[in-house]
């Protein structure tokens, strides 16, 4: 038998909700939230919740929260943070009580007002397809009935509830949408509610086939699946309406402006980057990469006795009588010649060093183009670097040539990844 968290406020829509869903024989645990925003009728509110769970004789959770001051330390506005506050806590007590879901009371009248809001600022599709009846943890039974028949529902079973004296104010967008636009819509068309439905319906079939297009360019142009991604900037030049495409593509990963990746996909040069909060995309020769960014440090220090490393890649060192041949993943250089501690970093701008077997200085971006390095394996390569942030080798390709073993040598350190 399923168990469902039902968020209950004390007005018309969550009492109804508990009451259907109560009726239905479906097990309730009533949640309650005290925001501390309306003084007396705030708390009034909290009592009303508890005689009606009494009444129902199903369990009750309340909890009662300081809303303004979570609001100013976390730079929200009211409405933001009750909605922060509230969706966490009904997270946690639907999972002390083992509930497969929770329920809320949008109905179809919010979804109106939730449309009309989104349209206003300019939205795309997904802003216009409303409040889905069902996501992961959350379920809205009533998103297909209207304010007027939950209202017709509650006289005809005799039910009470509260009214929140904040909805009759104009002072939130949603109220003076809700008192003063959707009553005019009504008055054009009666069955504009039905209708709206309806054009809804519409929209979300057409967001669903653009996603399953979308999905198909993806796997077009996605050359590998796990980061770095590299991304065929062909695909995605020839691809109809690709502003719309780009933005599909990258939205999730952080991406919210389309001209952006216009300008980087079509016209930056290789080496150009963008980045979100979570991600980079970087552009080479006829493609992009995608990558992650890890919030870590980027330089990493090396004792004098250090052995070995594992993170953030695998270095062994050992000390020899006599220096043997180089490999790409083996060096051996004069430890007479170091200064401690090591740094391991990666490229910075204006880096030089001297090529072993190239006889004079080289710039490392040079290195780069001639060793054909896309550029996201230019911001990945590792470089160990001397005390004084002279370059010693570049990981697993060359060594500088300043730090080889000569006749005076006396004591060799041999670096390796294993």
């Known amino acids: 038998m399923k168990k469902w968290l039902v968020a209950i406020s004390g007005g018309v829509d969550s009492v109804v909700l508990a009451h259907l869903l109560h009726s239905q024989g479906i097990e309730i645990v009533l949640a309650h939230c005290n925001f501390s925003l309306r003084g007396a009728e705030s708390d009034a509110d909290e009592a009303f919740v508890r005689q009606y769970a009494a009444t129902l004789g199903v369990a009750l959770e309340v909890v009662c929260f300081n809303t303004k001051q979570y609001a100013k330390d976390c730079g929200l506005n009211t409405q933001l943070a009750a909605r922060e506050l509230r969706y966490r806590w009904f997270a946690e007590m639907a999972k002390k009580h083992h509930c497969s879901a929770i329920a809320t009371a949008h109905h179809a009248n919010d979804n109106i007002e939730t449309f009309i809001i989104n349209l206003s600022r300019g939205s795309g599709l997904d802003g216009l397809l409303g409040i889905p009846q069902q996501t992961a943890q959350l379920v809205r039974p009533l998103l297909h009935m209207q304010r007027a028949e939950i209202l017709s529902y509650a006289q005809q079973h005799g039910l009470q509830w509260r009214e929140d004296s904040s909805n009759h104010t104009d002072k939130y967008v949603r109220n003076r949408i809700r008192h003063h636009?959707?009553?005019?819509?009504?008055?054009?068309?009666?069955?504009?509610?039905?209708?709206?439905?309806?054009?809804?319906?519409?929209?979300?079939?057409?967001?669903?086939?653009?996603?399953?297009?979308?999905?198909?360019?993806?796997?077009?142009?996605?050359?590998?699946?796990?980061?770095?991604i590299k991304i065929a900037v062909k695909v995605l030049e020839n691809t109809p309406e690709?502003?719309?495409?780009?933005?599909?593509?990258?939205?999730?990963?952080?991406?919210?402006?389309?001209?952006?990746?216009?300008?980087?996909?079509?016209?930056?040069?290789?080496?150009?980057?963008?980045?979100?909060?979570?991600?980079?995309?970087?552009?080479?020769?006829?493609?992009?990469?995608?990558?992650?960014?890890?919030a870590q440090a980027q330089e990493y220090t090396i004792e004098r006795n250090t052995v070995a490393i594992s993170e953030p890649i695998a270095l062994c060192f050992n000390f020899l009588a006599h220096p043997i041949d180089n490999t790409p993943y083996s060096i051996c250089i004069a430890a007479d010649k170091l200064q401690y501690p090591l740094l391991l970093r990666h490229k910075r701008e204006g880096d030089v060093f001297y090529p072993l077997g190239f006889g004079r200085k080289k710039k490392l971006s040079k290195f780069f183009i001639d060793e054909k390095y896309?550029?996201?394996?230019?911001?990945?390569?590792?470089?160990?670097?001397?005390?004084?942030?002279?370059?010693?080798?570049?990981?697993?390709?060359?060594?500088?040539s300043r730090f080889a073993p000569n006749d005076t040598t006396t004591a060799v350190l041999m670096i390796e990844q294993p």
Not at 194 to 222: G, P, V
Not at 374 to 400: F, H, P, T, Y
């Open 242 to 294: 690709r502003t719309l495409v780009l933005h599909k593509l990258f939205y999730k990963y952080g991406f919210h402006n389309p001209p952006d990746l216009e300008q980087l996909f079509f016209k930056a040069e290789a080496g150009k980057y963008i980045v979100s909060a979570t991600h980079q995309l970087v552009k080479d020769k006829d493609c992009v990469f995608l990558k992650e960014r890890i």
């Open 181 to 228: 636009i959707t009553p005019q819509l009504l008055q054009v068309h009666p069955n504009f509610v039905a209708n709206f439905q309806q054009t809804q319906a519409y929209l979300q079939q057409a967001s669903r086939l653009i996603d399953a297009y979308i999905a198909q360019i993806q796997k077009q142009a996605f050359l590998n699946d796990t980061f770095p």
């Open 374 to 400: 896309s550029q996201i394996a230019r911001e990945s390569q590792w470089l160990l670097c001397n005390g004084d942030g002279a370059i010693i080798w570049v990981v697993g390709k060359r060594m500088d």
